[in-house]
């Protein structure tokens, strides 16, 4: 099965506020974009995954992540996370319609592409599925087969949320850098144990992390 992905980044402005305690003002905006960065090229790199569309109205992440080769969809509901991977799951299959879909988070920078194949591999058998955060209360990705609807409920408790809209859950082990999504300094720590993809080495190293 061929996947097409969606990934939804709001303004970089805006981005990762609980990230207060470990950057400052100033070096947030650059965190989250090479988190994303390093999400969407470990995507594309990932098997099985035929392309990539980022929903965003930040010119910004837009011309980068463009750069890398997603296809950016700007963010017209402005209406919030689910409202933007609705449009974008909309836009993917009025270009696609044959495509199944996967939202996937913009904050993974660990993401390793065999480890994203091996999700996508397990959630081809079910009309939709998701796999739970490391956290296990978030999600990560939520996936839909071609005939399936995408049906989107990210946000508080999302994991209780998409089981109770009927997605199966994916219990898999040693898929660690699919579950590690990064909104906290102990986040961003997890992910750089596990060993995150370059620009965000490279962002985080003008950070004094506590533990690394």
Same mark, same amino acid.
């Given at each position: 099965m061929q996947w097409s992905l969606v990934i939804p980044l709001k303004p970089l402005a805006l981005a990762k506020s @609980?990230?207060?305690?470990?950057a400052a003002d100033g070096l947030r905006p650059g965190l989250a974009l090479a988190f994303a960065e390093d999400t969407v090229a470990a995507a594309l790199a990932s098997p099985g995954v035929r392309d990539v569309a980022v929903v965003t109205d930040d010119a910004l992440a837009a011309r980068s992540l463009a750069a890398l080769g997603a @296809?950016?969809?700007?963010d017209e509901p402005r209406a919030g996370l689910n409202a933007a991977l609705a449009h974008g799951a909309a836009a993917v299959r009025a270009f696609r319609p044959d495509s199944a879909l996967a939202a996937l988070n913009a904050d993974l920078p660990a993401l390793r592409p065999p480890e994203l194949a091996r999700v996508l591999e397990a959630a081809a058998e079910f009309p939709r599925a998701f796999l739970a955060d490391a956290a296990a209360i978030g999600t990560t990705l939520l996936t839909a087969a071609p005939t399936s609807a995408l049906r989107p409920a990210f946000g508080v408790d999302s994991r209780a949320r998409h089981r109770a809209r009927g997605a199966e859950e994916l219990r898999l082990d040693a898929v660690d850098s699919v579950r590690q999504d990064v909104d906290t300094g102990e986040d961003l720590r997890a992910a750089l144990a596990l060993g995150v993809g370059p620009r965000t080495a490279a962002a985080t190293a003008r950070l004094l992390i506590p533990g690394q």
């Open positions: @609980r990230l207060a305690d470990t @296809r950016i969809v700007p």
